[in-house]
């Protein structure tokens, strides 16, 4: 079936913008979670979803930084006021919630951003 | 606080080598997952294996095997018989099991492996 979708794959913007990064999960995933990535480091935590609403968004750097998920499908993060050190792949992951697979987390491909 | 250590930054080999990826991990809940993901050169992040705390089994699954020692707080990761599509960085993750399914990752910085013909 189909993977976890996001678009675009690639943004570039210019500092002091706003950008809008979307991800689609895999049908059935309750669970949503959003990663960054900077080069050469490993993923890490932004916010996680549980259906509609953001149970833990922790990782979030700052108040820049922002997402939704209105109908516990599709998710958006938002950056505004953009600045240099965001550049990073952002990952979207899903996961489904019951059985043994709860804890295995489906990732999509990032979407790079670029702030010039 | 939870942390994740992958000690080899990058790592070559020949096709047909063995390599082993390091991890180690740490963590003051009794109850955790570990897990390893791949990073092809597309970027998507593959999963291979989840293991809980309370598994402390080694797993094959043809050529990959997980070796996880609670005693060392290490969870490694052996490629028998390296193939050039095995090239890829590999992330080591750990996260805290929480009622619901939740369970935020906690990524290494990962080990870049080269296989060369």
């Known amino acids: 079936g189909a993977g976890v979708s996001q678009t675009p794959s690639n943004k570039v913007t210019e500092k002091g913008k706003y950008v809008e990064l979307r991800c689609d999960p895999i049908?059935?995933?309750?669970?949503l979670y959003w990663y960054r990535q900077s080069l050469g480091q490993g993923p890490e935590f932004l916010i996680y979803f549980q259906g509609t609403g953001a149970a833990d968004d922790s990782g979030l750097p700052n108040d820049r930084f922002f997402a939704v998920r209105p109908e516990g499908s599709v998710s958006t993060l938002k950056i505004q006021r953009t600045e240099r050190g965001d550049s990073a792949v952002y990952l979207c992951?899903?996961?489904?919630?019951?059985?043994?697979?709860?804890?295995?987390?489906?990732f999509g491909p990032g979407t790079r951003l670029t702030v010039t | 606080a939870q942390k994740v250590t992958q000690a080899q930054t990058e790592i070559s080999v020949v096709e047909k080598e063995d390599v082993t990826l390091d991890c180690v991990y740490e963590t003051r809940d009794t109850t955790y997952y570990l897990f390893w993901y791949k990073q092809p050169p597309s970027g998507e992040l593959v999963f291979l294996i989840r293991r809980n705390s309370f598994d402390e089994q080694n797993e094959i699954s043809g050529r990959y095997s997980w070796n996880f020692q609670k005693s060392t707080s290490s969870f490694n990761f052996t490629i028998t018989a390296s193939q050039v599509v095995d090239s890829a960085v590999y992330f080591c993750a750990l996260s805290e099991a929480i009622s619901g399914g939740y369970n935020k990752l906690i990524f290494g910085a990962g080990t870049r492996l080269a296989v060369h013909p």
């Open positions: 992951a899903s996961s489904y919630l019951g059985g043994s697979s709860s804890y295995e987390q489906y």
């Open positions: 049908s059935g995933h309750t669970a």
